[in-house]
């Protein structure tokens, strides 16, 4: 109840994103389509801002709000924005909401499944300034190693809807057993992000719950479990 007083306070202080993306969050919204909670877009523009990032990398685009709000947001710096989604329905729609956007040029999406793209992105031996994670929950610890690789020193990692509306504080005896599987492979993520040497870690219960991970050596090479 609190969480959803704060919520509709924050809301209140948004005065929307311009036209352009008001009309595709409204969209987003009404079909359903998952997209970062309002209280989470000035939280990535501030990182964004402070960062400055020449490269960014997302995981998880859906119809292409959040990669259009960052590269509104990096205009002057010009960054170059990727963006992995796998659904071929949210493809088509982002597709055209990158196509048509003023940014088209700076966004790529790169169609497949998260995981595979972030290997061959490693094997190109691509790096990024700021990772956007926002997509499957139960599968962020598995992508953590590939993470791990692809972002450079001093680079930041932001990975959205970590406390599960804060089911993450719950013993896993009182979680569905189906609900069990994701709510262990999420506190072993959040323990990974706070425990492995070379990572500073804060986590934020702002909409949904917020890492912010910054990358402080050159590439941390953790297993990877295939
Ligand atoms: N970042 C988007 C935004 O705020 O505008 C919202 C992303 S939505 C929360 C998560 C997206 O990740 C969904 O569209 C889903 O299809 C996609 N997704 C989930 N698992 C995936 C995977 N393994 N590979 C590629 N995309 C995946």
């Known amino acids: 109840m609190e969480q959803e007083r704060l919520s509709a306070y924050l809301h209140s202080l948004s005065s929307g994103q311009g036209e352009y993306l008001d009309r595709i969050r409204n ?3 009404k079909d359903k389509v998952p997209i970062i909670r309002i209280e989470m877009e000035s939280f990535l523009s501030v990182f964004l801002e402070l960062k ?35 659904d071929e329905d949210r493809i088509a729609s982002a ?45 962020y610890i598995r992508y953590l190693p590939w993470v791990l690789r692809l972002l450079r ?40 992000l706070n425990q492995t040497d070379g990572l500073l870690t804060t986590i934020v219960p702002i909409g949904d719950g917020a890492a912010v991970t910054v990358m402080q050596h050159d590439g941390i090479l953790t297993e990877i479990d295939e």
């Open 95 to 139: 597709e055209k909401n990158i196509g048509d956007s003023p940014w088209a040029d700076r966004i790529r999406l790169i169609r497949g499944d998260v995981l595979e793209v972030f290997r061959m992105l490693c094997g190109e031996g691509r790096k990024y300034d700021f990772i956007f994670m926002d997509a499957a929950k139960g599968q």
């Open 52 to 86: 400055k990032p020449a490269d960014i990398l997302e995981a998880g685009t859906a119809v292409g709000y959040s990669s259009l709000l960052m590269a509104k947001q990096t205009e002057s710096i010009g960054s170059r924005i990727e963006t992995i989604e796998k």
């Open 27 to 29: 969209e987003a919204e």
């Open 153 to 192: 020193r001093g680079g930041i990692l932001i990975s959205d809807n970590v406390l599960q509306d804060m089911t993450i504080l719950d013993s896993r005896f009182a979680l569905e057993r189906r609900e069990r599987t994701i709510h262990k492979r999420m506190r072993d993520y959040l323990y990974a």
